[in-house]
């Protein structure tokens, strides 16, 4: 007979093109991990996927003993974290307002947890990655969008709505126009799309020095930073500027919240350190005064599956 | 007898030109208020300054039963609260490294609080004005200096070090030159050096439509503020743009921090509606999505008031 506290925890990531699914156990080990391709999954499809894992990982459906404890998901845009509701997703174009937690917990019978992408990547950083053990830390993701999550006295902090939506700061006045609607936020200028936009023209000043031959309709911040590996000085000028702007920001971000540490994850922080030199030497020019406590700037160690695994972790212990 | 829950509590706030004094009653009434004139001080003649305070309230030295229970100072700058150090301040230019917590109560015998201006503002706002009963807010103090204090969960928050410098947020990326040597600052935008800059340039366009004179050297703040009470569409349109520039930080800083509301004082915010409206609209404009919640900005309530009385609550209660 399986025992509450010797039950497993099933995380889901939606993705705008998988789901990435973690199974752990009560020890917060990573019991499994896999993907599944779902491009722009209808809320069915998702219920279906998570089925479908949840009897892989031993649930037979309400009534029964089961050795599944909780179900947490994770999912970019705005959730409300009180009701699990999923109210606007950009990987999920077609939700609007859809009770995910609820529509779960009617399946499954399972308590079940709805939190952003973000929340999610903090809690698996901050209980099993880079920032164990801290208590003020500000979490960055980078990618297509860039966002973050605030944890402040050791606790996973949400202000009055939906804190942490640090890549719609203002970095540039009147800067380049953002996916919000806003011009200039630090999500318009150290994005995926700024990334590759920046790299092009790199590339075409740089165009005579080129070891190899790159097609700038086809780079990504992956192939960018691959280029930057083998030395192409296009690619790593795109990500000094980058790093350069993302630092100053950090900066501002120091200034007003001192935490003890900045932990950057998602796709684009694989770019490693032609990013985070830049960023860190940047952040510590701009920075006020040298008294102050200097925070640290580091990558996030749970790579794609921070997200699954963070999503799992809400049924394992309180934030 | 004086009896400790009776006993009142003293404040001071030490700015560039003068020392502000409140004396609070247990309850919280302010019982005096008054203000010395003394430029850049040294050391010894703000120690001399407190002495003369406590007797007119009423303290005979250590060793006696005092009415006073305690004693509090704000002061501009670096300071180190938990040691209630004057690292270095503006306003104090010969003071760095200044022990004035022990030296007061060395001299005096009191508990003793040292905490820098913005803290002292926040306290006062919270506890008696614009913020009572709120339990997230961000203050910002709008002068030759922009500063603020962040309220979180029902406490003043300081992260690892000094937070709430959030004039030193970089707004414009590579923009103009800030006090702290940064580039962009938030500051260097709508602290009184920028509006004044800014005021000349528009009443150097404006010219023929003035209704009065007015001599671009001597301008300020408060004079700026003046001439658009008076309808002069030069110093109107500073202000629009100074409140427009500080609603696109705020909405970065709601973005990050979603805060119940912002208290906006320092001496600038005294422009009113000529400030706040274009503030509150550009906020609006710029923050993330419609689902969230708008913080509200409102005037701070205790005016040049709130440092002194704010160094006094540390004595009356916990923050």
Redesign the interface.
């Known amino acids: 007979m399986v025992q509450k506290h010797d039950a497993f925890s099933v995380g889901f990531d939606i993705g705008g093109t998988n789901i990435k699914i973690a199974v752990l156990t009560p020890k917060r080990g990573i019991h499994r991990f896999w993907t599944v391709s779902q491009p722009r999954p209808l809320p069915e499809e998702v219920l279906a996927t998570i089925d479908d894992a949840l009897r892989i990982a031993g649930h037979k459906g309400s009534g029964f003993r089961s050795p599944v404890r909780g179900v947490g998901v994770g999912c970019a845009g ?1 959730i409300d974290a009180n009701s699990g509701s999923v ?2 997703s950009p990987n999920l174009p077609q939700w609007k307002h859809v009770p995910l937690a609820d529509l779960i917990h009617q399946r499954t019978g399972l308590p079940t947890t709805v939190r952003n992408d973000a929340d999610v990547f903090a809690l698996a950083e901050w209980k099993l990655g880079t920032a164990r053990k801290k208590t ?1 830390v500000v979490f960055v993701t980078l990618g297509t969008g860039v966002g ?1 999550a ?1 944890l ?2 050791g ?1 996973l ?10 890549g ?6 009147d ?1 380049p126009r953002c996916s ?1 609607g ?1 011009r ?2 630090l999500e318009s ?1 150290v994005g995926s799309g700024a990334i590759v936009r920046r790299a092009r023209r790199y590339l075409a000043v740089d165009g005579g020095k080129r070891r190899k031959s790159y097609c700038p309709a086809s780079l990504t911040p992956e192939l960018i930073s691959d280029a930057a590996r083998h030395g192409e000085q296009w690619a790593v000028r795109t990500f000094a500027e980058t790093g350069r ?1 993302l630092g ?2 950090l ?3 120091a ?6 540490l900045f932990v950057i994850g998602g796709g684009v922080s694989r770019a490693g350190t032609w990013l985070f030199r830049p960023a860190r030497d940047a952040m510590i ?5 040298k ?3 200097i ?1 640290r700037v580091l990558p996030a160690r749970l790579g794609n599956k921070a997200g699954a695994v963070g999503a799992a972790l809400f049924h394992l212990e309180d934030e």
Chains 1, 2 share one sequence.
Request: overall charge negative.
């Open positions: 705005l109210i606007e003020d973050g605030l402040i006295n606790h902090y949400h202000g009055a709505g939906f804190a942490g939506e640090l719609h700061a203002t970095v540039k006045l800067g919000c806003n200039g936020c200028l702007i100053i920001a900066a501002g971000l200034n007003t919240l001192s935490p003890e020019g701009a920075m006020l005064g008294a102050r406590a925070p």
